[in-house]
């Protein structure tokens, strides 16, 4: 693999690479930055793994909220930014550009403006989150995207936890991840680490 990516980037090609983390590669994180400066790649996205699919065959490999918020801060350090893990919180996954210098790209949850369409025509709100919206072949698209789940996954009131007292601007929690762990995709988000007594007053705007 190693030499096929040297390969694209001397084409040249803009090679990017993906890592989706768990708990049995969270560790290596350091060195797969290292190993994308070193062949000169464009830059990486982290990612999380939501274990649906398949991948709930490994479900315990999910992170856990510590994980995750040790990772955002390990992140920072490696982009070399002074700033709190905190300020991530409400970001799904991360682009990190390699150009002149570091520059990282926080990615919000798209529920509601992008939606994910099978090929036999399902549509589910994310692809993650595997609830159908309806059949792309069956209804009208102006029909699915105006599901009532969208309103509902898009409405705090509607949330359990503390996801449902927060106050933090633009995060909903991740809905998927709290499907695929908890069965339930209005649950408490299983990656969020602000602490209970911060909830009220913290906002990320």
């Not at 049995?24 to 930055?33: A, H, Y």
């Not at 150009?99 to 399902?122: I, K, N, Q, R, Y």
């Not at 359990?160 to 007292?165: H, I, M, S």
Request: contains cysteine; glycine residues 8%.
């Amino acid at each position: 693999m190693l030499q096929a990516l040297t390969h694209l980037v001397e084409a040249p090609f803009r090679v990017v690479l993906m890592v989706t983390l768990h708990q049995e590669n969270l560790g290596e994180v350091p060195k797969i930055w290292r190993l994308a400066r070193d062949l000169g790649l464009s830059g990486i996205i982290f990612e999380r793994f939501v274990p649906e699919g398949r991948g709930k065959d490994m479900a315990s490999a999910v992170l856990r909220k510590e994980e995750w918020q040790r990772f955002l801060e390990e992140l920072c350090a490696l982009c070399g930014f002074d700033i709190a893990a905190l300020s991530l919180l409400s970001y799904r996954a991360f682009w990190v550009e390699f150009a002149e210098g570091v520059s990282l790209l926080g990615a919000p949850c798209s529920l509601g403006e992008s939606f994910c369409l099978m090929p036999d025509g399902t549509v589910f709100p994310c692809r993650r989150l595997p609830i159908p919206l309806g059949n792309l072949l069956e209804e009208d698209l102006a029909v699915i995207t105006t599901h009532p789940l969208l309103g509902k996954l898009k409405n705090r009131e509607s949330l359990r936890g503390k996801c449902r007292q927060c106050s933090v601007a633009g995060c909903l929690g991740c809905r998927a991840l709290a499907y695929a762990v908890l069965g339930d995709p209005f649950g408490e988000d299983p990656h969020c680490f602000l602490q209970e007594a911060r909830i009220s007053t913290t906002s990320l705007s």
